[in-house]
């Protein structure tokens, strides 16, 4: 665990400091105020990342003082907790959402899941980029990380282990180890796309990784003329 820091020279925090830290914000206005320096925060971790980020950098961006923020944070650490945690169960939520129909195809419910994560990532990539770095020295955010993914995994292999009890995917597959093969592939292209910058077209990268996921499960493929998932390529796009 990060040791937390003091703020001011050598200060320690107050006894109501200390209080309100641990008990949170009890009044609207002191939620707002709070929620408001973890927007300003995770603006700030965005654009100049976790390293050189420094807690004036998030005072100077929400426009509070100094002690308005040691009133609700002891560290850059904890208002970096914050914000992953924030992230992470946003992600969660969105991940959880399903609006595919009872009747929809194994193609149709695989893309909708691909759609899915590759939605709920996007708006939060640079932030799940960053939790990963804190996380090979921060436990906690290790956990963090590992939850988005098994969120993933966990849902991926009870509709596998389903499909199997259809008679739609190949029974001879272990389907937990399947969902995290399958997991890393979609969760390292959206690295790789959203993090390192290499361009794709978003329609063609989410009907291919539809694709493999249903020939690795062994489910039927769209017919070829089926408009769904007829002619699946997929190119890179080169970068100006």
């Known amino acids: 665990m990060v040791a937390p820091r003091s703020h001011g020279a050598g200060a320690a925090p107050s006894i109501g400091q200390q209080e309100r830290r641990e008990a949170g914000p009890l009044t609207g206005k002191g939620q707002a105020r709070k929620a408001a320096l973890l927007d300003a925060a995770a603006r700030v971790f965005e654009r ?8 004036a950098d998030i005072v100077a961006e929400a426009k509070v003082a100094q002690g308005t923020f040691y009133t609700y944070f002891d560290s850059k650490d904890a208002v970096f907790q914050a914000v992953a945690t924030r992230v992470v169960g946003e992600m969660l939520v969105a991940l959880h959402a399903d609006h595919a129909t009872p009747s929809a195809s194994p193609y149709e419910r ?11 990532y996007r708006p939060r990539a640079r932030i799940i980029a960053l939790i990963e770095q804190v996380g090979t020295f921060t436990p906690e955010l290790k956990h963090l990380r590992l939850q988005v993914r098994e969120a993933f995994v966990d ?6 282990a389903h499909q199997q009890a259809q008679g739609i995917a190949d029974s001879s597959l272990d389907p937990v180890l399947t969902a995290e093969v399958l997991g890393a592939m979609v969760d ?3 690295y790789v796309w959203m993090n390192l910058g290499k361009e794709f077209d978003r329609e063609a990268l989410l009907r291919m990784l539809t694709l493999v996921w249903i020939r690795a499960i062994g489910a039927e493929e769209p017919a070829a003329d089926d ?3 007829a002619a699946t390529v997929v190119r890179a796009v080169p970068t100006a």
């Open 48 to 55: 100049r990342g976790f390293l050189d980020t420094r807690v």
């Open 110 to 120: 695989a893309f909708a899941a691909m759609e899915r994560f590759v939605d709920a």
């Open 155 to 160: 849902r991926a292999a009870r509709g596998i």
């Open 188 to 190: 390292h292209v959206c």
């Open 227 to 229: 408009p769904a998932g």
